[in-house]
Nanobody
Framework: QVQLIESGGGLVQAGGSLRLSCTAT????????MGWFRQAPGKEQQFVAA????????TYADSVKGRFTVSRDSAKDTLYLQMNRLQPEDTAIYYC?????????????????WGQGTQVTVSS
C-alpha cells in the first residue's frame, strides 16, 4: 500500500513562495504518474500539475504556468511543487495524488492514492 505524505504548506504573503513535498512510503514512484490538486473553500477540486515519474514529463494548469514547477527526487521518492509569486487565489488545501494512469491526468478520479493535504494560505 502506498502512503503519500505532504508537507511544506503554510501562510505567506502575496508574491511569496512555498515548496511543497510529497513523500511516498510503501512503494516506489517509478511506475506512477504523480499529480498535485488543490481545493479552495466552496470550490471544486482543481488540477494544478502532474508529471510522469520515469520520463519526467510535466503538465500544468493554465492558472499556474510560469509560477509553479513540479519536480522529483527519485532517490528520496519525493515529489515537489515549487510555488512562486503566490496569489490569494492560490489559497487552498493542496493534495498529492499518485496512480498508474496514462491519460486523464487532470481528473482526480483517475488517481489511486491521495495524501492528506497541506494547507496553503496566501494573504493579500
Amino acid at each position: 500500500q502506498v502512503q503519500l505524505i505532504e508537507s511544506g504548506g503554510g501562510l505567506v504573503q502575496a508574491g511569496g513562495s512555498l515548496r511543497l513535498s510529497c513523500t511516498a512510503t510503501g512503494r516506489t514512484f517509478s511506475a506512477f504518474r504523480m499529480g498535485w490538486f488543490r481545493q479552495a473553500p466552496g470550490k471544486e477540486q482543481q488540477f494544478v500539475a502532474a508529471m510522469t515519474w520515469i520520463a519526467n514529463i510535466t503538465t500544468y494548469a493554465d492558472s499556474v504556468k510560469g509560477r509553479f514547477t513540479v519536480s522529483r527526487d527519485s532517490a528520496k521518492d519525493t515529489l515537489y511543487l515549487q510555488m512562486n509569486r503566490l496569489q490569494p487565489e492560490d489559497t487552498a488545501i493542496y493534495y498529492c495524488l499518485a496512480g498508474r494512469l496514462t491519460t486523464g491526468v487532470s481528473d482526480p478520479t483517475r488517481y489511486d492514492f491521495w495524501g492528506q493535504g497541506t494547507q496553503v494560505t496566501v494573504s493579500s
